[in-house]
C-alpha cells in the first residue's frame, strides 16, 4: 500500500458552546489549525503518484476560503471540535478524491483528532 500525506494550515477562532459552563474551552479563543490529509492506494499512475500534491490545491483553496480567519461555529453545521473538523474535511476530500483514507487535525501542539473509517471487513 502506498500512502502520501500533504499538510494545510489555517487560523481560526471557535467557542465550545457545548461544554460546561467553566471548562476554560466554553469561550471564545482560537487555534492554529494544521490539517493532514492522508491518501492511499495500491496502484501508483503512469508517471508514480498516488496524486500529484498540487491536485489538492483546490483543498487549500477552500480552507483559505471558508475556514482561514473564520469563527467556526458559524461554518460548521456540528460543534467546532477538532474531531468535528477532520470528519468535515474527510467528507470533503473523499467526495472529490476516493484515494482520501483519513484527515488529522491538530489545534495545539499537544494534541489532534484523526477520522480514519474502519477498514470494509
Ligand atoms: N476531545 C477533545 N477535547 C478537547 C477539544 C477537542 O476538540 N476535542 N478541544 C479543546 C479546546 O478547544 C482546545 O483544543 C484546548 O485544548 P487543551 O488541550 O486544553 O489546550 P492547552 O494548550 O490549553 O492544554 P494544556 O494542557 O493546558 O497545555 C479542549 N478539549
Ligand atoms: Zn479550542
Redesign the pocket.
Given at each position: 500500500m502506498f500512502r502520501i500525506c500533504k499538510e494545510f494550515h489555517f487560523c481560526a477562532s471557535?467557542s465550545?458552546d457545548t461544554?460546561p459552563e467553566g471548562?476554560?474551552?466554553a469561550g471564545l479563543?482560537g487555534?492554529n489549525y494544521i490539517v493532514y490529509l492522508e491518501l492511499e492506494s495500491e496502484t501508483l499512475d503512469d508517471t508514480g503518484f498516488i496524486i500529484d500534491f498540487h491536485e489538492l490545491d483546490t483543498f487549500k483553496a477552500y480552507i483559505d476560503e471558508e475556514f482561514d480567519h473564520k469563527h467556526l461555529n458559524n461554518v460548521m453545521d456540528l460543534p467546532?471540535?477538532?474531531?468535528?473538523?477532520a470528519y468535515h474535511f474527510y467528507t470533503w476530500c473523499k467526495a472529490r478524491w476516493p484515494q482520501t483514507s483519513a484527515v488529522r487535525v491538530s489545534?495545539?501542539?499537544?494534541?489532534w483528532?484523526e477520522y480514519r473509517p474502519r477498514p470494509a471487513s
Open positions: 471557535h465550545l461544554l471548562h476554560k474551552c479563543h487555534h467546532p471540535t477538532t474531531e468535528n473538523v489545534e495545539t501542539p499537544k494534541t483528532a
